[in-house]
């Protein structure tokens, strides 16, 4: 009881807010009589928030090189969002041709805000500020204020799509590719925890119980089962969802398992520490909100294919979704400290609380004040348990 009890401990940021995402999808489906985890439920929540898990795999990286954040990415998304309206529906352009266009934009205006950060030193949030304002300006500006729709099916299919089945159910209504990739990314999974469990042994690193890493395998599982069983009896994986679950896995990788992904650890850490040990500290930070741009450029595509519409309203707090998530998921506001897959995890929690509280009646006004209080209380766990470690 002792060893569990440690080892909770020690994981305590990891698995609080697993916990509380649980816990919080045990209380509305509840509330909401068994409403919240319908299959088509679940795949529209995962449609609703995906702008916003794309949005915290980059905040993350940026809050990891010293709390750093980005405040122009909702700005930016109805930016990209405007120049993919002119591309596609004005000018008739293909619409792979007018994606790559659209994300090489982003790039560029990562590349803006990243300099003045990242080599002229103006604190990012100065700098992301006035990228929120310049880019919704110039939204306002080239779109004159009207809405622009709608686009072809082959772009909104981005947002609204789902991957064929190519068993074609063998006569049942389940997709059975769903249920396919369902174990194959469970064996995946195994394999990776088995192989990573049997590395720690052999270098004589502490290492979870035998039978609480059986548990944790089974309960994994089980939810990859559970999840992928919902997905197939609507109608399959959303297109959207394979294109997130690349990124969280190219992600955690880079960070994870890649020299400058520890880099950004490093410098969160301690900057001065970093450069003294040879890291470019300035390379990193602008690398972060370069990458940042693409991907808030990538939200604007995929958020602007499920609206069906480039609007300059567009974008408005997707920044405070995004930040608020990785701060829920157990990233540090003072940098250093943080996961991709957890600021997966805080968005989440923030689309299931959306998505719960709209499915009771809950007024936006509510919705705005539980928000901000679960946010509140986020950081504050954080600067406490940190305060005690020292």
Known sequence: METIINIFRKNLRQYAMLIALVVIMAFFQIATKGVLLLPMNVSNLILQNSYVLILAVGMTLCILTGGNIDLSVGSVCAFIGGIMGIFVI???MNVGL????????????????????????????????AGMLIFRGLTITMLKGLTLSPFPESFTNISAGYIPDLFNGFGTKLNILTLFIGVIVSIIYIYLEVKKRAERKKYDFEVTPGYLFIIQLILVVAAIGVFTYWLAVYKGIPIILALIGILILAYSIFTMKTVPGRYLYAMGGNEKAAKLSGINTNKVLFFSYVNMAVLAALAGITFTARLNAASPQAGVNFELDAIAACFIGGASAYGG???VVGGVIG??????????????????????????????????FDVLSKSKSK
């Open 90 to 92: 004005n000018m008739k």
């Open 98 to 129: 007018a994606v790559l266009l659209c994300l090489l934009i982003g790039g560029i205006i990562g590349i803006w805000q990243g300099f003045w950060i990242a080599y002229v030193r103006i604190p990012a949030f100065i700098v992301t500020l």
């Open 337 to 339: 400290i943080g996961t």
């Open 347 to 380: 968005a989440l929690v923030m689309g299931v609380l959306n998505n719960g509280m709209s499915i009771l009646g809950v007024g936006s006004d509510m919705q705005m004040t539980i928000k901000g209080l679960v946010l509140l209380i986020a950081v504050a």
